[in-house]
T-cell receptor
Framework: ETGVTQTPRHLVMGMTNKKSLKCEQH?????MYWYKQSAKKPLELMFV???????ENNSVPSRFSPECPNSSHLFLHLHTLQPEDSALYLC?????????????FGPGTRLTVL | AQSVTQPDIHITVSEGASLELRCNYS??????LFWYVQSPGQGLQLLLK??????LVQGIKGFEAEFKRSQSSFNLRKPSVHWSDAAEYFC?????????????FGQGTILTVHP
């Protein structure tokens, strides 16, 4: 499989559930990202990982917990979410080179919180 | 802080007509600029990017964009639109160096193509 894959593609959960989103990149990149895309709002960067180390947390609530066990895998653990957390969650990866960087995106997980 | 404005929320064109999607950015240094396209229910696909050099950039699917520093713009163009180009288009600006990864996206422009 090539590119950036995300599972599941769709997820419906209650506010008391615990679930996880998975992202895997097959591009040999070393940086990975989580974005949130809500209706009528620009994409919001949530987290950045470089070589498994978190380098950016964009003031994300603690009910979202990222995990990056290696440069190819990225998880987003979800617990006690709110209905306003319903959105498309996109994963991306990149290979920073000098001062330039291009991000490649996965297909996203459509999350609905009831 | 960097920002991106896409003035047109929704554009409708006829198939075969030319297209220009506008993007204005704000950034204190030399920007790194991107255009992505998103089809319904899908992730973002990179169309083209500008890092340096020639200000006219060619991308996939027959798209091109021109970087105009004096106007802080990076407009996307296509000479003849196909029905399959209907999608949402996002312009983004990135910081280089140690601030890589901090892409700022515009609100997006939805393109509708009439037969």
């Amino acid at each position: 499989e090539t590119g950036v894959t995300q599972t599941p593609r769709h997820l419906v959960m209650g506010m008391t559930n615990k679930k996880s989103l998975k992202c895997e990149q097959h591009l040999g990149h070393n940086a990975m990202y989580w974005y949130k895309q809500s209706a009528k709002k620009p994409l919001e960067l949530m987290f950045v990982y470089n070589f498994k180390e978190q380098t950016e947390n964009n003031s994300v609530p603690s009910r979202f917990s990222p995990e990056c066990p290696n440069s190819s895998h990225l998880f987003l653990h979800l617990h006690t979410l709110q209905p306003e957390d319903s959105a498309l969650y996109l994963c991306a990866s990149s290979l920073p080179s000098g001062s330039t960087d291009t991000q490649y995106f996965g297909p996203g997980t459509r999350l609905t919180v009831l | 802080a960097q920002s991106v404005t896409q003035p047109d929320i929704h554009i409708t064109v006829s198939e075969g007509a030319s297209l220009e999607l506008r993007c204005n950015y704000s950034y204190g240094a030399t920007p790194y600029l991107f255009w992505y396209v998103q089809s319904p229910g899908q992730g973002l696909q990179l169309l083209l990017k500008y890092f340096s050099g020639d200000t006219l950039v060619q991308g996939i699917k027959g798209f091109e964009a021109e970087f105009k520093r004096s106007q802080s713009s990076f407009n996307l163009r296509k000479p003849s639109v196909h029905w399959s180009d209907a999608a949402e288009y996002f312009c983004a600006v990135g910081a280089g160096g140690t601030s890589y990864g901090k892409l700022t996206f515009g609100q997006g422009t939805i393109l509708t193509v009439h037969p």
